[in-house]
């Protein structure tokens, strides 16, 4: 789909959900007409400015009007439907932490309702215009492939599946290079393919064919240009690389990336620490702050000596940092170079529970605040372990790209304490590199919630 069409339909399906969020407010407020919205215009006032605020930060961070999502109408209303929870819990915390009583229930649970419907209708209206758009091709593309190769006959399926806007014309190739049935036929050679290209009214034209394997492809390009048809390389790089490969450009040179790293971006760098920073601060200031005295005095009371555990872990980008951890384990000299065994007579009575409810973990939300740290990411791992898995682990240090976190989507997943035996090892890094090149804002909120489910429900490696 052309990207200027695309980012049309961005903004306006934006400004149709604001619009409706508004409409909404005002014609419940109409429809009731409680005495107490006019005597209290004000306390009204500032919900609708906090539902408006509350909504573009929940679509911002869950990416609700991106290009990928907005495409498919099963992934952008399931998009829409969570985004509508996190904005619903937004609004009743801010009635319930404000004390907002004198507001109306029934005018709230109108909104909500209206608000929902009208979102559900926005949905359904894009999906009506894409499908009349469809019948009626008013945005049909229609592209001729040079070449007839194997890169080629991909790309062909690859565009049918991806737009349904898409006619493919055929194949410009010479015949005696054709061997087989296609599945479109080949029009004309490579050299008349501008001229075919013309005679079907062809928008777009895909070479499988590298300029400096066929010198006519330059030509072809010029004539392109010239004929006001969009021309397209498709570099072949199957023989060197067996995998996806993501391009990016540094001004007019293109680069590739052998992955994609969400967390590469600075605006997705930016949700994250935020994020980090004001749920680091809410666990300091509600659980912290009176949890630490009462571990510490705990834990001294059966070990005397420090309530805090500190020991240098390996954090992004191969840098040292000390973790910090409740005491778990009596004073001793193999706390840097030994793993946590199961019955392991070093640990502590208090110190197996603070393990097994991971409540041990809990002061790692100062390295959270202090930057060290992410909620969610790679555990950090001792130094020691860093130097000798990276020898055994192919893409070991890959993981280092990120932050560590407290938890992570190899934990969630049953790969944490002791590693026993290298597969387990490698299990992990295999989940923190996906969790890597698959980040969302969303995502770290599901490890969050099943990390807390386990921490109640008991994990047999926690130990």
């Given at each position: 789909m052309n990207n200027y069409f695309l980012r049309f339909i961005q903004v306006c399906v934006f400004c149709l959900d604001v619009i409706s969020l508004n409409f909404s407010n005002v014609i419940c407020k109409i429809w009731f007409q409680f005495p107490s919205?006019?005597?209290?215009?004000?306390?009204?006032m500032n919900l609708l400015v906090w539902m408006n605020i509350s909504w573009l930060g929940t679509a911002w961070l869950t990416n609700l009007y991106s290009k990928k999502i907005i495409l498919s109408f099963e992934a952008f209303s399931q998009r829409t439907l969570n985004t509508f929870l996190y904005w619903l819990i937004l609004v009743v915390s801010y009635l319930f932490f404000l004390d907002q009583y004198i507001i109306s229930g029934y005018f709230i649970g109108a909104v909500f309702l209206n608000h929902f419907i009208v979102l559900l209708f926005n949905r359904l209206l894009l999906l009506y215009l894409r499908y009349y758009f469809k019948r009626h091709k008013l945005l049909?593309?229609?592209?001729?492939?040079?070449?007839?190769n194997n890169t080629a006959k991909k790309l062909a399926s690859y565009l049918e599946d991806d737009d349904p806007n898409t006619q493919i014309i055929g194949f410009c190739e010479e015949k005696n290079n054709v061997r087989e049935l296609s599945n479109y036929p080949i029009i004309d050679?490579?050299?008349?393919?501008?001229?075919?290209?013309?005679?079907?009214?062809?928008?777009?034209?895909?070479s499988t064919i590298a300029p400096e394997h066929n010198t006519v492809i330059y030509k072809l390009m010029k004539q392109a240009d010239n004929a006001c048809i969009?021309?397209?390389?498709?570099?072949?790089?199957?023989?060197?690389?067996?995998?996806?490969?993501?391009i990016n450009y540094f001004k007019d040179i293109p680069v590739l990336s052998l992955r994609e790293e969400p967390l590469s971006d600075v605006d997705n760098r930016i949700k994250k620490r935020v994020f980090?920073?004001?749920?680091?601060?809410?666990?300091?200031?509600?659980?912290?702050?009176?949890?630490?005295?009462?571990?510490?005095?705990?834990?001294?009371?059966?070990?005397?000596?420090?309530?805090f555990f500190k020991q240098l872990r390996t954090g992004k980008d191969k840098k040292p940092f000390y973790c910090i951890k409740f005491r778990s384990m009596r004073l001793n000299s193999e706390a840097n170079t030994k793993q946590a065994q199961k019955f392991d007579v070093?640990?502590?009575?208090?110190?197996?529970?603070?393990?097994?409810?991971?409540?041990?973990?809990?002061?790692?939300?100062?390295?959270?605040?202090?930057?060290?740290?992410?909620?969610?990411?790679?555990?950090?791992?001792?130094?020691?372990?860093t130097d000798d898995y990276s020898k055994l682990i192919d893409q070991y240090m890959v993981r280092q790209f990120l932050k560590p976190g407290i938890t992570g989507w190899a934990q969630i997943n049953g790969f944490r304490g002791e590693t026993k035996i290298l597969e387990q090892m490698?299990?992990?890094?295999?989940?923190?590199?996906?969790?890597?090149?698959?980040?969302?804002?969303?995502?770290?909120?599901?490890?969050?919630?099943?990390?807390?489910?386990?921490?109640f429900r008991g994990e047999r490696n926690a130990f």
């Open positions: 919205i006019a005597s209290h215009e004000l306390e009204y049909a593309r229609k592209i001729m492939i040079v070449g007839y050679s490579i050299d008349n393919t501008i001229t075919a290209a013309r005679f079907y009214d062809v928008n777009e034209v895909y969009h021309f397209r390389i498709i570099p072949d790089l199957s023989f060197i690389i067996k995998k996806v490969v993501y980090d920073i004001v749920f680091s601060f809410l666990v300091i200031t509600l659980i912290l702050s009176w949890l630490i005295p009462i571990i510490g005095l705990l834990i001294y009371l059966e070990s005397p000596g420090p309530i070093r640990i502590t009575r208090i110190g197996k529970f603070l393990r097994r409810t991971s409540i041990d973990e809990f002061p790692q939300f100062l390295n959270v605040l202090w930057g060290n740290m992410s909620v969610v990411g790679p555990r950090p791992h001792m130094l020691k372990h490698q299990g992990r890094v295999q989940h923190d590199i996906w969790y890597m090149e698959n980040w969302s804002l969303l995502l770290d909120i599901k490890i969050i919630f099943l990390t807390i489910i386990n921490m």
